[in-house]
């Protein structure tokens, strides 16, 4: 049997969080988008955790068409979760959201004639994969996880919390080894998580499909930018974001501005951590905003984005997102995963504090040269469409019912 993927599916998304606003985290923003399109062609019902608040904006999705259940997100406690058995059989990032209300919703999923098909959406949500009899699923890891907790537990200097992490890991590599060859596909956005992935289970079914970008809300100004102003962006409690801007302080900025004592430079991102947050007490040639509604001033006021970091796996949406505004970029190669990108085509690739001030420099003082990135940024940007990214997700979905359907013969 050969099913196309324009024919009609009912598709079942179970996630860890309602996904609106769509900037809460990574899964949430690739959910955002996948249903937002597959909606269009395809019959989409969506199983979440939420809360009061997400009730509200549950029109952010009834107005494509997609089905919200939310089922109330349960509140538990990480000390009471260590001294419990449940720690030896069941990882932190799992435990925090399973409840017996959701395992009811899975199973109804699982016998009802009204899904062809399930998508597991993070591996938050992992725990319930057991309770899938019947249905075809796909798994979808976004990440690696196994190698973000233990990136976290190698830098960390907090014990209790390596100990976490590194428990955390142990966890989550069991899950890549031992799950990972029981889904009919997994997906995830690098092809560096697929390599992860795939050392600790070769036999896993593993489709690699990056995430996308809304290319007409990011997109290029017709003003020019302010040659004296460089930005970094990201959720500035997010670990990986705080060391990145914290390094940069402490090992670039000092270069930069002795040689452009008017540099100046926006850290844009919603709960800066205290450290970071003080850095414009420290510095008035450092802003840090704090959360803003819309991001694109910020970005079309740079010159330059800069994207320094050392922790991390999986796509960097908001690298896409300033590629798609035109911006020249100075980025680590850790910033990269999962794109295309090219050093002296696309951007510049930094690996040391003098690279970093090298190009930026270099940039700041060449307005041609920093423009060739710009074009060549968005070019590369408008490869990485959201309808592509959902079109890959159908491809995968098609090939699973097929599958699925040849397995019953």
Known sequence: MILRYNILMRIAFLAHSFPYPAEKDGHTLILYHLLKELSQRHKITLFCFGDKNDRINIKCLTEFGVCV??????KRSLFLYYLSKISRKMAWFQYRLFTNEMVKEVETIDNCPDFDLVCVHSPFVSAYLQYFKHKPVVFTYIDALSSWYQQFASVTANPLKKVHYL???HKASHLERE????MF???VVSEIDKKIISCLSPEAPISVIPNGVDLDYYRPSLTP???NVIIFTGTMDYPPNARAVLDFYNEVWPLLIKERPELRWL?????PTLDVFELQSKDENIKVTGYVKDIRPCLWRSAVYVSPLSLGTGFKNKIIEAMACGKAIVASPTSL???TAEHGKHLLIA??????REHIIALLAKPDRRQKLEIAARKLAELFSWSQTARQYEEVFTRVLSRHHDSKK
Do not use: A, H, M, W
């Not at 850290?267 to 709960?271: A, D, E, L, Q, T």
């Open 167 to 169: 428990f955390e890991g």
């Open 267 to 271: 850290i844009v991102g919603k709960n």
């Open 337 to 339: 995963s999962g794109l």
């Open 69 to 74: 259940r939310i089922i109330e997100r349960p």
């Open 179 to 182: 799950l990972s060859k029981k």
């Open 351 to 356: 690996n040391t504090p003098q690279e970093y």
């Open 185 to 187: 596909d997994t997906i």
């Open 225 to 227: 930018p302010d040659p």
